[in-house]
């Protein structure tokens, strides 16, 4: 399996059955205890097997996962996030 994740910025980044993926979500609340009412809450943390049921769902479980998601941090040891809207397309290797 490997899938690549094409910005618009004409990046790719390859993904594997091995790949460690965070994605995150943005919240707000105005209920917040303190004075930041911005954050964002971890909606998926492991790897790409984890988050897939067959073979055959590889693209469709990684579009629901960049779709549900604003942010993702691709690979274990990266401190760099990635904007989900700037995810141009996923294409099979």
Known sequence: ???NINLVNG???HI???????A???QSSLMASNTDHYYLDCIFKGGF???????????NKLEGLISAADWIT???????SLKTS?????TRD
Do not use: P
């Open 49 to 59: 097997e984890d988050g897939k049921v067959t073979e055959e769902d590889e693209e």
């Open 24 to 26: 995150w979500k943005y």
């Open 86 to 90: 700037a995810v141009l397309s996923i």
């Open 1 to 3: 399996m490997a899938l």
């Open 74 to 80: 691709i690979g274990k040891d990266n401190n760099n």
């Open 16 to 22: 594997t059955e091995d790949t460690y993926l965070i």
């Open 11 to 13: 990046r790719s980044i």
